[in-house]
């Protein structure tokens, strides 16, 4: 029988692209990343034992990191105002990459969106339902409807705008 | 650039720029998660015994060893302040264990501003008790053993009983503005559901 250790690692190494999609529209710097990333593994580890749907382990893993992420924002304001290109330093395969323009820009627009909305694109954009989002987020399934829609508009006006 | 290209794009490039760490890097950081964990989560075991031992001892002292008035004095308040800072080390750990960080983000926000709230409204209510006390907890310190000693110095005290309120005034304000600023930023946060 598994340990709670190896199937909180087994669960950890196949959702940790949720923590690292959830880090790159909320942080900038890789230090912030890092650091933030391994206060999610915390915060997930903490509510781990108590977790008893184990079959939406992906919006309890999407709920946990947004809520970390903002946390972390609130207490160090001073990640608010950096307003740096996206930094991609580390990423392994960074001189192989060449970045499409398209995903910098929408990168650089959702990290100016507020962090309500940018939890709602990043759950849009991930395909995941207007329910599930409402389930995640806590708002009604029509509120995030007419949010989605808005954030979509001012989306565009940005990318309208560079 | 269409809105509805929006999911394309990200999903065409995001795990492109996602490096995910390997089973080791992953395991060096549950490991180090769960000792964060054990240690801000729950006072341990050791912990406790240390407490244990400690206040057994000074509860010896008091009552069986026939030591002086100055420093039964000394040692009834050290175990006060020993009791009441583990009961609230203890209440925070409840308090831990209860606050969950896998709520809706709504919810979260609304627990967290509750708190909050719960804690500007007693400080508020109880704010000369709370502060006064500090005042005589940490000026008793220098006038007993003075009196006790029956060695009074005016200096001495009027200078301690000033550094005491500076010091008492000055941690009052820091967190009464820390307080203020997170009550502020939760709110702020709180209306981004309602813009």
């Not at chain 1, 001189?95 to 910098?104: A, F, M, P, Q, T």
């Not at chain 2, 000693?149 to 000033?162: E, H, P, Q, R, T």
């Given at each position: ?7 909180f690692l ?7 692209g949720?923590?690292h ?8 710097s890789?230090a ?9 593994v ?9 977790l008893?749907?184990?079959n ?7 709920a ?12 160090d304001?001073?990640?608010v105002?950096?307003?740096?290109l996206?930094?991609?330093?580390y990423?392994?395969?960074t001189n192989?990459i060449e ?6 820009s929408l990168?650089?627009a959702?990290?100016?969106l507020?962090e309500?909305d940018?939890?709602i ?7 995941y339902?207007y329910?599930?989002i409402s ?10 409807g007419?949010?989605i829609?808005r ?7 940005m990318?309208?705008?560079? | 650039m269409k809105?509805?290209d929006?999911?394309d794009i ?23 998660s769960?000792?964060?964990?054990m240690r801000?989560?729950q006072?341990?075991g050791?912990f ?17 060893r ?6 039964n ?19 925070s750990a409840y308090?831990?264990?209860k606050?969950r960080?896998d709520?809706?983000i709504?919810?979260w ?25 500090a ?5 008793s310190f220098n006038?007993?053993?003075?009196f ?14 000033v550094?005491?309120v ?7 304000n820091l ?6 600023k997170?009550?502020?930023e939760?709110n702020d946060?709180?209306k981004?559901?309602?813009?």
């Amino acid at each position: 029988m598994k340990s709670n250790q190896e199937e909180f690692l087994e669960i950890i190494s196949a959702y940790q692209g949720i923590i690292h999609k959830v880090n790159l529209i909320y942080f900038k710097s890789n230090a912030d990343k890092q650091d933030n990333f391994q206060e999610v593994v915390y915060q997930l580890w903490r509510s781990f034992l108590s977790l008893k749907d184990k079959n939406k382990l992906a919006s309890w893993i999407y709920a946990v990191a947004i809520n970390t992420s903002i946390s972390k924002i609130r207490k160090d304001s001073k990640l608010v105002f950096t307003d740096d290109l996206p930094d991609f330093s580390y990423v392994e395969t960074t001189n192989n990459i060449e970045h499409n323009e398209h995903y910098c820009s929408l990168l650089d627009a959702l990290q100016k969106l507020n962090e309500v909305d940018r939890s709602i694109m990043l759950l849009y954009m991930e395909d995941y339902s207007y329910e599930n989002i409402s389930e995640i987020v806590g708002i009604s399934t029509s509120n995030v409807g007419v949010k989605i829609h808005r954030v979509k508009e001012q989306l565009r006006k940005m990318l309208k705008d560079q | 650039m269409k809105a509805k290209d929006f999911k394309d794009i990200w999903k065409s490039e995001v795990d492109k720029n996602i490096s995910s760490y390997s089973d080791r890097e992953l395991n060096g950081i549950i490991a180090k998660s769960a000792k964060k964990s054990m240690r801000k989560i729950q006072p341990s075991g050791v912990f406790r015994l240390v407490v244990f031992a400690a206040v057994l001892l000074i509860l010896i002292n008091l009552t069986i060893r026939n030591t002086s008035v100055e420093a039964n004095v000394i040692e009834f308040t050290a175990l006060l302040i020993l009791v009441s800072t583990y009961m609230l080390w203890e209440y925070s750990a409840y308090k831990m264990n209860k606050y969950r960080t896998d709520a809706p983000i709504k919810k979260w926000l609304e627990c967290r501003i509750i708190e909050v709230e719960k804690n500007v409204k007693f400080v508020k209510k109880y704010n000369l008790l709370v502060y006064g006390g500090a005042i005589l907890i940490g000026y008793s310190f220098n006038i007993i053993p003075q009196f006790l000693a029956k060695s009074f110095n005016w200096i001495v005290s009027i200078v301690s009983l000033v550094v005491v309120v500076s010091i008492v005034l000055f941690l009052r304000n820091l967190m009464s503005v820390k307080c203020d600023k997170t009550l502020r930023e939760l709110n702020d946060l709180y209306k981004q559901f309602d813009e």
